[in-house]
């Protein structure tokens, strides 16, 4: 299957910081990405459709001001959690649409653990 | 309502057993479904396509209703190793929508 990296895998940050997450698609082009969040014991609520070279497609109660998505290539695209705070703490993992004989299916990241102090 | 729904278990078996898991989905445009695994702390990772005919994966067998919108996930022979939390997805319309997943506790 496709690969996708995700770093970093865990940061500790202040509240007021910005933290930035990568996410590339190893072996594959990927036109469009996804940002999910993750709260403990609760399911994966999708964030945003990252699109590459065009603004990212936020969900319902997403603040597009405070997660900002580039998606710049077509191997890349990142998050950034603008002024942090102990509310945004969370597991973010990104994901991408698969290459070749894959584009149904959908391959991770393998996560940040965001801790805002 | 929510567009995919699953039971959260846990469901807690012993070595050897089989297990089915459930999942309902709402929208009944959905084009296409997937199981899967999520370990404690972990990304989600792809177990098996699913498909109107049925699908197996040795020990793994999925099946959709597309009538009764429905999707099912059957493990034979459970292993400690099957200890995870199994998320039912859908794809509607290029959006992936993840169930709370169904945690599953496979004991010695």
């Known amino acids: 299957g496709a690969v996708v990296s995700q770093h970093p895998s865990r940061v500790i940050c202040k509240s007021g910081t910005s933290v930035k997450i990568e996410c590339r698609s190893l072996d594959f082009q990927a036109t469009t990405m996804f940002w999910y969040r993750q709260f403990p014991k609760q399911s994966l609520m999708l964030m945003a459709t990252s699109n590459e070279g065009s603004k990212a497609t936020y969900e319902q109660g997403v603040e597009k001001d405070k997660f900002l998505i580039n998606h710049a290539s077509l191997t890349l695209s990142t998050l950034t959690v603008t002024s942090a705070h102990p509310e945004d703490s969370s597991f973010y993992i990104c994901?991408?649409?698969?290459?070749?004989?894959?584009?149904?299916?959908?391959?991770f990241g393998s996560g940040t653990q965001l801790s805002v102090l | 309502r929510k567009e995919v729904e699953q039971d959260p278990g846990p469901f807690n078996v012993p070595e050897g057993a089989t297990v089915a898991f459930n999942c309902t989905y709402s929208n009944s445009a959905s084009q296409s479904f997937f199981w899967y695994r999520q370990d404690c702390r972990k990304e989600p990772k792809l177990l098996m396509s699913?498909?109107?005919s049925g699908n197996e994966d040795g020990r793994f067998t999925a099946q959709l209703n597309r009538a009764s919108q429905y999707i099912s996930l059957l493990i034979r022979d459970s292993k400690l190793s099957d200890s995870a939390t199994y998320l039912c997805v859908v794809n509607n319309f290029n959006k992936f929508y993840f169930g709370s997943g169904t945690k599953l506790n496979v004991k010695p």
């Open positions: 699913v498909y109107s």
């Open positions: 994901s991408a649409r698969g290459g070749r004989g894959e584009v149904e299916k959908l391959f």
